[in-house]
């Protein structure tokens, strides 16, 4: 049976055409295709980095992230931190559980 919460969860997705400059706040989940450039605040929400996406930010805080494009910034993930393959991450990362594939360029600290 389907977890209910994760039912009724909003995905917001910002397109490979869109690119945003500022303080970003959500409560459920937002997938980035294109290029943001900021600061991420939303402690209970997940975030994914699409293989596309050029993300620049201050920094991030998220209950959790996978990663599959660019991203260069300070990320605080309280339950998890996924980087996948092929990726390019220039970050110091604290968070709980962290997973880094193969083929990845990561540079920065791990807590």
């Known amino acids: 049976m389907a977890d209910k919460n994760l039912e009724k969860r909003n995905i917001t997705v910002f397109g490979e055409e869109t690119e945003f400059d500022g303080i970003l706040e959500f409560k459920d989940r ?12 939303a402690p209970t929400g997940d975030l994914e980095i699409d293989k596309n996406a050029v993300c620049t930010v201050a920094s991030i805080d998220v209950n959790s992230i996978v990663i599959s494009g660019q991203l260069k910034g300070d990320i605080n993930a309280s339950e998890r931190v996924e980087i996948c393959s092929g990726s390019t991450v220039d970050s110091n990362i604290k968070t709980a559980r962290i997973r880094i594939a193969n ?4 540079k920065g600290n791990v807590k």
Do not use: A, L, P
């Open 30 to 41: 937002i997938v980035i295709t294109g290029k943001f450039k900021g600061k991420i605040n």
């Open 103 to 106: 083929n990845v360029d990561y």
